[in-house]
């Protein structure tokens, strides 16, 4: 739960069951800059972690004496993967690892518990290479790797007829572990050269109020635009009138398990800077106008971004070959046919 949500609500079909895990003015753990951020920012926060996790254990317990299930499909190996350990009882279950719950947490004691909870594990996906590889260092076998998504074919689509502004756009939370901070001053780099630029800021978070500073100091607040959360058709709609998207995390120093918006951005035409991404430069063919810093400085994100900005427009009428194989590889339709079939093989192998 979390203020003002429903505890039971049907979403495009789907049936969400939310449960209460404290005083309705305390469920504030995660949502908004997420679990781990809003730990990090507010400390006091871990005091709730125990009643989080056991009133999540009562809740899985309880759909299952009422409903019973299937199969269990687990996302975030901690803590979702870790609540499915403990009640999926002889359900089999399927964990999808996103980034954060691996490459967020390090250290010996966090990769034991994740061997363990992914021990009796029926499959394992991650969403991108990063985030495998570091699983079968850790000795955790048969990953594969399937990302989310995205819907590319109704939502996340280039408009030939919209011309390109002259703003740049950040999409993402605002968390330390995004380096909003990044890309404020390689955009601050970049206005330098290109004076007429702008950048829209689409996203909250607790690092918010950073940025705002570092803007001020910089003198350039008149030259940024704070949209607040926005929805995806909006956002769709941002991107394709973008110059380009500016993605400041995904190195070593700010990892990714993928970095879904930058897909997302290449979909509706729009040329991307990116810090260099490991997980994106292996998922996305080579010819994607998609421009990687050459390393983790932000002189280096600059000229990426400046690089973006120099692009021609990428999608016309006629789609290129790189688009093609974004489409096969990570619109919706196609990731729901291949989670399908590895769902489907957990039913049959009961």
């Known amino acids: 739960m979390a203020p003002g949500a429903k505890a039971i ?10 449960y209460r895990y404290a005083p309705s003015a305390l469920q504030t753990l995660v949502y908004g800059g997420g679990l781990v951020a809003n730990i990090k ?26 409903h019973g299930a299937d199969i269990i499909h687990a996302h975030w190996l901690v803590p ?21 719950d691996v490459l967020g947490l390090r250290g010996f004691c966090w990769q034991r518990l994740r061997r363990l909870i992914a021990k009796d594990a029926n499959a394992i996906t991650a969403v991108g290479a990063r985030v495998r590889d570091t699983l079968l260092a850790e000795g ?28 740049v756009i950040y999409v993402g939370r605002l968390i330390d572990s995004k380096r909003p ?21 689409v996203g909250d978070g607790p690092a918010r109020v950073g940025f705002e500073r570092i803007a001020a100091q910089l003198g350039i607040q008149s030259k940024i635009r704070f949209h607040g959360r926005r929805g ?15 993605c400041p995390s995904g190195s070593d120093a700010a990892p990714e398990g993928l970095g879904l918006v930058a897909i997302e951005a290449l979909g509706c035409g729009c040329p991307v800077a990116s810090a260099p991404n490991i997980a994106l430069q292996v998922a996305l063919p080579a010819t994607a106008p998609i421009n990687f810093a050459a390393n983790d400085s932000i002189d280096a994100l600059s000229i990426a971004l400046l690089a973006a900005l120099q692009r021609p427009p990428s999608l016309t009428h006629t789609k290129p070959e790189w688009h093609k194989q974004i489409m096969r590889d990570f619109d919706w339709e ?16 009961k």
């Open 140 to 167: 955790i076998q048969s990953v594969k790797i399937l990302p989310m998504g995205v819907d590319l074919a109704r939502t996340f689509h280039a408009d030939a007829h919209i011309p390109r502004s002259s703003r």
């Open 41 to 66: 920012a507010r400390p006091w926060k871990m005091l709730l972690l125990p009643s989080y996790l056991i009133a999540w254990m009562w809740q899985v317990w309880g759909f299952r004496r009422r």
């Open 232 to 246: 995806s058709t909006e956002i769709a709609t941002m991107l394709r009138a973008a110059a380009a998207l500016i």
């Open 181 to 201: 901070d990044h890309a404020l001053l390689a955009f601050s780099k970049a206005l330098q050269i290109v004076p007429e630029l702008t950048l829209d800021v």
């Open 80 to 100: 979702g993967a870790l609540v499915a350990a403990l009640t999926h009882g002889n359900v089999p279950y399927c964990i999808t690892a996103h980034g954060t």
């Open 334 to 349: 196609n990731i729901a046919h291949r989670y399908g079939d590895i769902l489907e093989g957990l039913e049959r192998s």
């Open 9 to 18: 609500e049907d979403m495009d079909g789907v049936k969400v069951f939310r």
